[in-house]
């Protein structure tokens, strides 16, 4: 069974970055794609950005394109998602994700079966 810890939340002005990390064990990291999420108080689990297995594809949700990169290290076992130009409604717990795929090159926005307990993030203005 797979498990994934995240770490890296903080509370930060806006305009700070941050980079959250997610260490997987307990099985093959090389076979998931591997995804971020956020919920913010009172709203869904929302996809924030998915890297596929081989680290070649990527995919962002619009809020975030050209603030957030995603990346991996599959010697290191670890998926990081670097956080920059911090908005107050980026603030959320930020969970870390992963998706068995065959597919080498696909960065699934659903699917995901395994998760982190989550870090939060808050951005103040």
């Known amino acids: 069974q797979v498990q994934l810890v995240e770490s890296g939340g903080g509370s930060v002005q806006a305009g700070a970055s941050l980079r959250l990390s997610c260490v997987v064990s307990?099985?093959?990291?090389?076979?998931?794609?591997m995804g971020w999420f956020r919920q913010a108080p009172g709203k869904d689990r929302d996809i924030v950005t998915a890297?596929?297995?081989?680290?070649?594809?990527?995919y962002y949700t619009n809020s975030v394109k050209g603030r957030f990169v995603i990346s991996r290290d599959n010697a290191k076992n670890t998926v990081y998602l670097q956080m920059n130009t911090l908005k107050p409604e980026d603030t959320a717990v930020y969970y870390c994700?992963?998706?068995?795929?065959?597919?080498?090159?696909?960065?699934?926005?659903?699917?995901?079966?395994?998760w982190g307990q989550g870090t939060q993030v808050t951005v103040s203005s």
């Open positions: 307990g099985s093959a990291f090389s076979v998931y794609a």
């Open positions: 994700a992963a998706s068995p795929q065959t597919d080498s090159s696909y960065a699934p926005s659903y699917g995901y079966i395994s």
């Open positions: 890297i596929s297995r081989s680290g070649g594809n990527t």
